[in-house]
């Protein structure tokens, strides 16, 4: 079995199967390549503060929607991207229906453009829960937001912690805290983050050897 966190390849090992940790990882020449100008020029955000969602993975509570909520009346320069669709979508346009004013909803971009979004923002969110389900999980986005250099506020999520993501500002799951990991984020550099997130190249070469029995 392989895992794409520590956590889960304990909690595999644990029902006595062969666990591989085989993290995941982001496609580096496409980052490299990645120009956020043209996105903040496309969508008026030349002077604003980006605070993205890209991949509308969530709480189904929406409890980071209160966050947005009281961010939007700290920083009045701040605009919130959305980007993607899926069950979602429609729950949180209702949501955020009092501040259609300051969201942007990109909807689906294709693979080739999208980190284009990761550069054009200033801080990117992943807003799960505090339960077994998100904490285990190793979130892509997460280390596409480091590895284009932006800080991000995440909810609790120990793979980050495994991996020594800096960048990324970890808070309880809740409005309160979600709202202050925003504030803190304005100001959290992580120089070194970019180099910690491993290329999908190396992983394949990893899985590769994985499965020519290289098990480690």
Not at 53 to 82: E, N, W
Not at 151 to 177: K, W
Request: aromatic share 10%; with cysteine; proline share 5%.
């Amino acid at each position: 079995v392989t895992c794409a966190s520590r956590r889960l390849q304990s909690q595999v090992r644990k029902l006595n199967r062969d666990a591989i940790y085989v993290p995941n990882g982001v496609d580096v020449e496409k980052l490299r390549r990645a120009d956020g100008s043209r996105i903040r020029k496309s969508y008026g955000f030349e002077d604003r503060l980006v605070v993205s969602l890209i991949g509308l993975t969530c709480s189904p509570d929406l409890y980071f929607v209160d966050s947005l909520m009281r961010v939007s009346r700290t920083i009045p320069k701040a605009s919130f991207l959305f980007v993607g669709k899926g069950s979602m979508y429609k729950p949180l346009r209702r949501a955020l229906r009092s501040l259609r004013n300051r969201c942007t909803w990109a909807g689906w971009i294709p693979q080739d453009r999208i980190y284009d979004f990761f550069m054009a923002s200033d801080i990117g969110l992943y807003p799960g829960g505090n339960d077994v389900y998100f904490r285990s999980a190793c979130p892509i986005k997460l280390l596409e937001y480091a590895a284009s250099g932006k800080p991000s506020v995440s909810s609790p999520v120990e793979e980050i912690d495994s991996l020594g993501l800096r960048s990324v500002v970890q808070v309880d799951a809740n409005a309160e805290a979600f709202s202050s990991g925003i504030m803190r984020a304005m100001s959290w550099t992580s120089l070194a983050d970019p180099s910690k997130v491993t290329s999908w190249e190396k992983i394949a070469i990893r899985l590769e050897n994985v499965l020519k029995g290289g098990w480690s």
